[in-house]
């Protein structure tokens, strides 16, 4: 009788053992395939963005964008207020959205760091500008990538 009671309890701790290991590895497989999830969210939204980027070229970069006026300051070409000044300020909303939702949804250390650094670079001139009026409308870990890479006094201030 004793054996069989031993036996008997035996089996129920193994079996809340082996509860608690698949319960253990369920939980790891769910917080993987919710991070594979975001990597992919992140993926889908900078691949739109390099879309944007290849058909219009002329947004793509500040560099780019300012050809086509004569000052090469961003504070001089504001001032004409004309529709490619408008849409070349769409354009890097949606960059600053993008990386935004990058950062919030993956590391923003590492490789997805570097990539939306340099983004963010391409367009310095004119978000040395803008940064500091719309700095307000992002989230925190989106106001640290942009005040890391965009140096203005406003940005380093509020800090």
């Given at each position: 009788?004793?054996?069989?009671?031993?036996?008997?309890?035996?089996?129920?701790?193994?079996?809340?053992?082996?509860?608690?290991?698949?319960?253990?590895?369920?939980?790891?497989?769910?917080?993987q395939?919710?991070?594979?999830?975001?990597?992919?969210?992140?993926?889908?939204?900078?691949?739109?963005?390099?879309?944007?980027?290849?058909?219009?070229?002329?947004?793509?970069?500040?560099?780019?964008?300012?050809?086509?006026?004569?000052?090469?300051?961003?504070?001089?070409?504001?001032?004409?207020?004309?529709?490619?000044?408008?849409?070349?300020?769409?354009?890097?909303?949606?960059?600053?959205?993008?990386?935004?939702?990058?950062?919030?949804?993956?590391?923003s250390?590492?490789?997805?760091?570097?990539?939306?650094t340099?983004?963010?670079?391409?367009?310095?001139?004119?978000l040395?500008?803008?940064?500091?009026?719309?700095r307000?409308?992002?989230g925190?870990?989106?106001?640290?990538?942009?005040?890391?890479?965009?140096?203005?006094?406003?940005?380093?201030?509020?800090?």
């Amino acid at each position: 009788m004793f054996y069989q009671i031993m036996t008997d309890q035996n089996t129920w701790i193994w079996a809340d053992r082996i509860f608690k290991l698949g319960f253990l590895i369920a939980l790891f497989v769910w917080w993987q395939n919710a991070k594979l999830s975001r990597e992919a969210a992140a993926l889908a939204a900078y691949r739109k963005y390099l879309q944007l980027s290849i058909a219009n070229p002329k947004l793509a970069t500040y560099s780019s964008f300012s050809k086509n006026f004569d000052s090469n300051r961003f504070v001089d070409i504001r001032k004409s207020r004309n529709e490619d000044v408008d849409r070349y300020e769409w354009f890097l909303s949606y960059l600053l959205n993008t990386c935004e939702e990058i950062v919030e949804n993956v590391s923003s250390k590492g490789e997805w760091h570097l990539a939306l650094t340099n983004q963010l670079n391409y367009h310095a001139p004119a978000l040395e500008i803008l940064w500091p009026k719309w700095r307000a409308t992002y989230g925190r870990k989106m106001k640290q990538l942009g005040d890391s890479v965009i140096k203005t006094p406003t940005a380093t201030s509020a800090q």
